[in-house]
């Protein structure tokens, strides 16, 4: 069980690095004149996976030894007995508010480009997910699915390591997973699977003085944030069923 409070400065410094290189791919492949624009969902693909990587790299160094990232991760967590209730609300807060840390610091590095972009959903859709279809259902069901399968492939890497891989080798793992998930699951709503990742930017997007910017879509956000909650306890109560928990 994690003790104390050590885990948040690692949770709230891993988050803000996550969403500096999650945002910033989407900011690179989005934004009008910038470099990168037009590189397609490969490039998403890959970059937020590095983006989890070296997310969970900073947390653990900077004392999380859970390495999140993630309020619904943790949630599940919490189920198997390595949170309170008390640290779960706790480290949910700080991973929101690197979230927010970290979509603002993308804000900062894309400066000029906000004016130049005309759409007010491209600039929303750098900070925040939203669905392809509106469908308020099947984009509940799919994040849900979608985040079942990145807890559920957790604890199936991490609950008994297969061969003799080296220590450390853990967040490389999970970022081939986070591709995976972008790959294959991401095609209808974005594969948010963390309410920390959409929530944190949608509120930054919310109150930064973003040239050009519309809605924040408020009428849509609570589906990346209760989906992933939903999904990540489904894939607690199918582990456990199976054994893998202890």
Sequence with gaps: MVTGTENLFGEFMGTMVLLVFGCGVCANMTLTKSKGQGGGWICIGFGWAFAVT??????????????DLNPAVTLAKMMAGIYTFNQFVMTSIVQILGGIVGAA????????????????????GVFSTGPAIRNPAANFLCEAIATFFLMFVIWMIFSKP?????????????????????LSLGGPTGYAMNPARDLGPRIAHAILPIAGKGSSDWGYAWIPVVAPLCGALVAYLVASSCGVLG
Excluded: M, N, R, S
Excluded at 54 to 67: C, I, M, N, R, S
Excluded at 177 to 182: D, F, H, K, Q, R
């Design 54 to 67: 070296l997310g969970v790299f900073t947390a653990t160094t900077l004392g999380a030894p859970q390495g």
């Design 162 to 182: 297969v061969g003799t891989l080296v220590p450390g080798y853990g967040p490389y793992i999970v970022g081939i997973l986070i591709l995976a998930l972008g």
């Design 105 to 124: 610091i993308v804000w900062l590095a894309y400066l000029p480009h906000w004016a130049e972009t005309e759409d007010p959903a491209a600039k929303l």
